[in-house]
């Protein structure tokens, strides 16, 4: 059903996709962070906190190669 109560988002990077653009860590830094290294951008949580989620699906959404995955 989805409603609220232990339903955990998860995302994962697809990064041999990933350009390292930095969108999804501008649209939400508490899940996203560049690693400035590798030049790819890196899931910074296992579980994505509820009042984030809408941000991770923006950020699929906007990503340039469509390399995020948001896993229900
Ligand atoms: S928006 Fe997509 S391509 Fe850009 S850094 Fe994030 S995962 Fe990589």
Redesign the pocket.
């Known amino acids: 059903m989805g409603e609220e109560g232990g339903n955990s988002v998860k995302v994962r990077?697809d990064e041999d996709?990933?350009?390292?653009?930095?969108?999804?860590?501008d649209t939400c830094p508490e899940v996203?962070e560049?690693d400035l290294d590798e030049d790819?951008?890196k899931v910074i949580v296992d579980e994505v906190p509820e009042e984030y989620e809408q941000d991770c699906q923006d950020?699929a959404e906007?990503?340039?190669?469509?390399?995020?995955e948001v896993i229900d």
Request: aromatic share 4%; hydrophobic share 45%.
């Open positions: 990077i996709l990933c350009t390292g653009c930095g969108l999804c860590e996203f560049l790819v951008a950020a906007s990503c340039p190669v469509g390399c995020i």
